[in-house]
């Protein structure tokens, strides 16, 4: 889902006055070629704040400057609360800008509830993606 462009719109070396502080992104298929699970977020130059949702329910934050690697989830550590806190409401806005939700998240699993499958996987066994032998 891109509800904007990534490209800069200045002159090599300048940031555009409106340029974003943050960006938006939303993995709706699952488990697909990548078998990720489904889940949006919301980066910005420090942190990284992602929701799982349809068969689990979970949040992670990252603190991008202090663990590169996002080995460390400090979603509910006291410390980051008021990162947190800022990170959620700037999903919130995000979303609302790209005319998403969690609620449209859940009725697109309504309307894809097994998501994708690539036909090399053993599972797969509706539409294009039936494995053939």
């Known amino acids: 889902m891109i509800c904007r462009g990534i490209s800069p719109s200045a002159a090599p070396g300048k940031t555009p006055e409106d340029w974003r502080k943050s960006f938006y992104y939303h993995f709706y298929e699952y488990p697909g070629w990548h078998f990720v699970k489904r889940h ?3 980066r910005t130059e420090r942190y990284k704040l992602m929701h799982f949702y349809h068969d689990i329910d979970a949040w992670e934050l990252y603190d991008l400057k202090t663990d ?3 080995m460390n ?3 509910g ?5 008021e990162v947190q806190e800022k990170m959620t409401q700037e999903l919130k806005r995000v979303q609302e800008k790209c005319g998403d ?6 009725e697109i699993v309504g309307q894809y509830p097994h998501g994708s499958l690539p036909g090399w996987y053993k599972g797969a066994k509706t539409g294009a993606n039936k494995q053939k032998r």
């Open 40 to 42: 949006y977020g919301v």
């Open 68 to 70: 590169p690697a996002e």
């Open 73 to 75: 989830n400090v979603y």
């Open 77 to 81: 550590n006291p410390d980051y609360a």
């Open 101 to 106: 939700s969690h609620d449209r998240a859940l």
